[in-house]
Structure formats: structure tokens, C-alpha cells
């Protein structure tokens, strides 16, 4: 099977949830905001809060890279600092979503190995923007060295809203779970990345099941083996507000 060509998710959904010892429940986590303009320190500290207060996960919006007021280097320093100090308060294995994408595939790579060496469990990639030869070379190290990776999947309004000649979200999705992440942002029934009910909850399945029948009302149009690829954990996300 073509599928069998790929490596897949570095880790997928058992394996982080046996990193994080976290079981029977969804994890929780938000995007920090304003997503611009906070200094390195200040970002820190936001996300020391909101992991103290319960959360699971914080994340780097996607348009967080390394501008002037917030250097990725020092951003990556401050955000370690607050993930190991909630972490120390509530004895719970906490993470931060650090955006690796950056203009060339040496310093995406860069970036990932810094937030290695700080002890971070997981980074985050623009697999859309940074390409999928990216993705993959950044999947193949995320494994090797024990780091999850999360997909964020900025610029793909551009190409799975266009009716006559885009292409669809599913069909974007499998490609993503063949190059590889754990995490995928898979829209909610509410909210802005909002999709009819069923046709999302196939979505869902189409991520984290090993095998999906065809089935037209949920949006699945063919079968679907994946012949034991780990799956993506779906990221419900857009808000909660209708």
C-alpha cells in the first residue's frame, strides 16, 4: 500500500498520552493572546498562568516566529522557565506548543534542537506554509528524539475553500498523517473553523482510526486502510462561540 512508503505520525495518540500520563479525558489547552506584541518575558509569564491554572497545553499562535519585540531564542527560554515552574506546582506533565516553522529547513531544524536541549515536550509546525518536505524532515527528528509535534495548518483556507478547483481538507489531512504530526487541527461543529456535524466527526475519525469505511453522509467518499500508522490526535478548535 502507498501508505505503507510513509513513517507517519512520530509518535501518535497512545504514545503521547503515555508521555503525559494522561488518561480518559480530552486535553486541554488555549492559544496565548494577544497573539502580537508581548515581550519574551511577558509571553512567559502568560503561559506560567495558564498552565498553573489547569491547563494541559499552551500554544504559539502561528504568526508567532521571531519578530523584533519577541526573538524565537528568547521566547523558547521564558516559555521553558514557565512550563518546568507549573509543572513543579501541580505535578502534572504540562507542555507549550513552540513554533518551529521558520524560512528555510536549517533553521526549522535549529529551532527544534533548541527546544530539545531546554527539555520542552513538544513543538509546533506550520506544515502548509513550511511545505511537506519540512514537515517530514521535521517529523523523522521530532521521533528520534522523543519530541510530539503539533500541526498547525495555517494557509489552508486558500486552498480547501475554493469550490471549483481546491483541494479538500480530507484530502490535505491524509497527507499530513502520511508526512507526519501528532496533533492536527481538525475544526469544531461551532466556532470559526465550524463544519456540518457529521461531516466533522468523520473528519475526526479519518485522523485517528486505523481503518473508516466509506461512508457519503460523514464525508468519507473511500475506504480508508492505514495499515496500523499511528493515528493524529484531532484538535477541536475556533472557538467555542457560535
Known amino acids: 500500500a502507498y501508505s505503507k512508503t510513509f513513517q507517519g505520525p512520530p509518535h501518535g495518540i497512545q504514545v503521547e498520552r503515555d ?7 480530552p486535553l ?19 503561559v506560567y498562568e495558564c498552565l498553573r491554572g489547569g491547563l494541559d497545553f499552551t500554544k504559539d ?9 519577541m526573538r524565537w531564542r528568547d521566547r523558547f527560554v521564558f516559555v521553558a522557565e514557565a512550563l518546568y515552574k507549573a509543572q513543579g506546582e501541580t505535578g502534572e506533565i504540562k507542555g507549550h506548543y513552540l513554533n518551529a516553522t521558520a524560512g528555510s529547513c536549517e533553521e526549522m531544524m535549529k529551532r527544534a534542537e533548541f527546544a530539545r536541549e531546554l527539555g520542552v515536550p513538544i513543538v509546533m509546525h506550520d506544515y502548509l ?14 521521533r528520534d528524539n522523543g519530541l510530539l509535534l503539533h500541526i498547525h495548518r495555517a494557509m489552508h483556507a486558500v486552498i480547501d ?60 467518499y473511500s475506504t480508508q486502510d492505514w495499515v496500523s ?14
Do not use: W
Open 28 to 46: 486541554l489547552g488555549c492559544t496565548t493572546k494577544p497573539k502580537l506584541g508581548l515581550s519574551a518575558k511577558n509571553y512567559g509569564r502568560a
Open 129 to 142: 506554509t513550511g511545505g511537506f518536505t519540512a514537515n517530514t524532515s521535521l517529523a523523522y527528528y521530532c
Open 19 to 25: 508521555k503525559l500520563n494522561k488518561y480518559g479525558r
Open 61 to 69: 499562535d502561528e504568526n508567532v516566529n521571531s519578530q523584533p519585540f
Open 161 to 220: 475553500r475554493q469550490k471549483n478547483h481546491g483541494i479538500h481538507s480530507r484530502v490535505l489531512a491524509k497527507a499530513l498523517r502520511m508526512s507526519g504530526g501528532d496533533h492536527i487541527h481538525g475544526g469544531t461543529v461551532v466556532g470559526k473553523l465550524e463544519g456540518e456535524r457529521q461531516v466533522t466527526l468523520g473528519f475526526v475519525d479519518l485522523l485517528r482510526d486505523d481503518y473508516i469505511e466509506k461512508d457519503r453522509s460523514r464525508g468519507i
Open 229 to 242: 500508522m499511528p493515528g493524529v490526535l484531532p484538535v477541536a478548535s475556533g472557538g467555542i462561540h457560535v
